[in-house]
């Protein structure tokens, strides 16, 4: 059995249990002070509370078969085959003596706890039967299967990792580093080759300017700062 064919099943399962539990499987009367004759009945869920429960782990169960690794996987099924005799255990329990149930669903339907004709069974307690009986199937059949599962977390990695990514970066190292060399250097030194200091000032280039504060003596004295 394969890995999405036993998920399937364990939820599948799940919800008919779910869908045995939810009818009537347990029908009586009682009588009351204002009626001679009341009708009690009680669903599976409330006379065998281990159905639903049972129920809900089978889904979480099959859930967890699709989401995790192999050794969880492997107490997934485990759960799931308790589940399924939960299921069994409760049902045959209300099957074998259904009158307690059927004095609690009275008593919270009227109050009253004494019978007045004998309990019915329906046809769900045994179809809950079988569908725990078929979970407890279907969970030993999956761990005898499940060493041939492949493994999940592969599919959680990311896209680009691996030998070729480190080869690629590795490859274009040397090469970026290459080409940024001659640029450093033709950026770092002059065109001749010589040193690094500023270039030499050009003769005569402050003889024009004029001193600010020279420039105000004379214009003080009434003289042309520019001496022309």
């Known amino acids: 059995m394969t890995r999405t064919r036993t998920v399937l099943a364990l939820l599948v399962l799940g919800a008919l249990t779910f869908g045995t539990g939810s009818?009537?499987?347990?029908?009586?009367?009682?009588?009351?002070a204002l009626e001679p004759e009341v009708a009690v009945a009680a669903s599976g869920t409330s006379a065998a509370p281990g159905v639903g429960a049972g129920a809900l782990v089978l889904l979480?169960?099959?859930?967890?078969?699709?989401?995790?690794?192999?050794?969880?996987r492997y107490v997934a099924l485990v759960v799931a085959?308790?589940?399924?005799?939960?299921?069994?255990?409760?049902?045959?329990v209300v099957i074998g003596d259904p009158t307690p149930a059927a004095t609690n669903a009275a008593s919270a339907t009227s109050g009253v706890t004494e019978l007045t004709s004998p309990v019915t069974l329906t046809a769900w307690p045994w179809a809950a039967v079988a569908t725990g009986v078929l979970a407890v199937a279907v969970a030993v059949w999956g761990a005898v299967a499940a060493r041939g599962w492949t493994a999940t977390s592969g599919r959680h990695e990311r896209a680009g990792q691996g030998p070729a990514a480190g080869t690629a970066t590795t490859a274009g190292a040397p090469a970026t580093a290459a080409g940024t060399a001659p640029a450093d250097g033709a950026a770092g030194r002059p065109a001749g080759g010589g040193g690094t200091g500023p270039a030499?000032?050009?003769?005569?280039?402050?003889?024009?300017?004029?001193?600010?504060?020279?420039?105000?003596?004379?214009?003080s004295r009434g003289d042309d700062p520019t001496g022309r």
């Open 81 to 92: 085959a308790a589940a399924g005799v939960l299921v069994v255990a409760s049902t045959l």
């Open 200 to 219: 030499p000032e050009e003769p005569g280039a402050d003889d024009d300017e004029i001193d600010p504060h020279d420039a105000w003596d004379a214009l």
């Open 23 to 32: 009818p009537t499987w347990i029908t009586t009367t009682v009588a009351t």
């Open 60 to 72: 979480a169960a099959g859930i967890a078969c699709a989401l995790t690794g192999r050794v969880a």
